[in-house]
């Protein structure tokens, strides 16, 4: 738990619904209740919530248990998936959404809705939100997308749709924009590295050599300036991920739940 802020409403959406999940425990103590995994998509707003330097708590959804599937937890996010953020105006889910809800709400880590750097990273977000990270999914569950022993096909017709993916983010990553280089953090660049992380280390059991960071050199920075900053230092010691989760990846050894 990360401070203590009134929170009177409690959950509009939980109480509407009749449903009470073992993780809403009443009115929250702080703004913002992350249901995360370790490791898995919830990473991404830790991250952002640690560098926006928000008081948040944390409740597990542990995938080991499969959760996720429970009615609790689909009366937060009907399609099972993590993460869900609480919210004093309901709870989000969709990792794009969550992002720029708390951008935009904070006036942090983005351009401003009228800013003229808006539009280019609006594209970017919604390109790692709708095509990278979709594509990731299927890399990852090939299995949920076609029968399990042609798995390895389909994941070998995708990597070489995401080594097209990352080299056009490296060449926007060569541009320096303020919301996509080193030196200035943006909700993408953390959504970006986290999605790289995931592309060293999983599927566990599959080929992953397709994969060199050094192959996105400016990405590769911008990973590197990652690894120290206090957010990433803060998530290391919450979800166990080792001493450089983005450049030099080791799979989560978390004191609770499970990856994957």
């Known amino acids: 738990m990360r401070g203590k802020y009134a929170f009177p409403k409690g959950n509009v959406a939980i109480e509407a619904s009749g449903i009470r999940p073992a993780s809403y425990i009443g009115a929250m103590t702080a703004p913002y ?9 919830s990473l991404v707003i830790r991250l952002v919530l640690e560098e926006m330097g928000l008081p948040f ?9 499969n959760e996720q599937d429970s009615a609790a937890y689909r009366a937060l ?4 998936l993590i993460p869900v953020l609480d919210t004093p105006q309901g709870p989000i889910f969709e990792t794009a959404a969550i992002l720029l809800w708390l951008a935009d709400t ?3 880590l983005a351009p401003a809705p009228n800013s003229p750097d808006r539009v280019a ?8 939100s709708n095509t990278l990270h979709a594509d990731l999914r299927i890399l990852f569950y090939a299995e949920k997308y076609i029968d399990p022993v042609q798995a390895e096909t389909l994941r070998e017709g995708i990597r070489p749709r995401l080594r097209q993916h990352l080299r056009v983010l490296d060449a926007e990553a060569q541009k320096a924009p303020d919301w996509l280089q080193a030196d200035t953090p943006s909700v993408l660049s953390f959504y970006l590295a986290c999605q790289m992380r995931w592309m060293a280390l999983y599927p566990a059991s599959a080929d992953r050599s397709w994969f060199q960071l050094r192959d996105t050199p400016h990405l590769q920075d911008i990973l590197t300036r990652l690894d120290s900053r206090p957010a990433t230092q803060a998530a290391i010691a919450a979800e166990g991920l080792g001493v450089t989760p983005f450049t030099s990846p080791r799979y989560a050894t978390p004191e609770e739940g499970s990856a994957t």
């Open 106 to 108: 904070h006036k942090q």
């Open 77 to 80: 996010n009907p399609n099972g």
């Open 121 to 128: 990273f609006l594209k970017w977000l919604f390109f790692a």
């Open 57 to 65: 708590e944390t409740v597990l959804v542990d995938r080991r248990r």
């Open 33 to 41: 209740r992350l249901h995360y995994a370790p490791d898995n998509a």
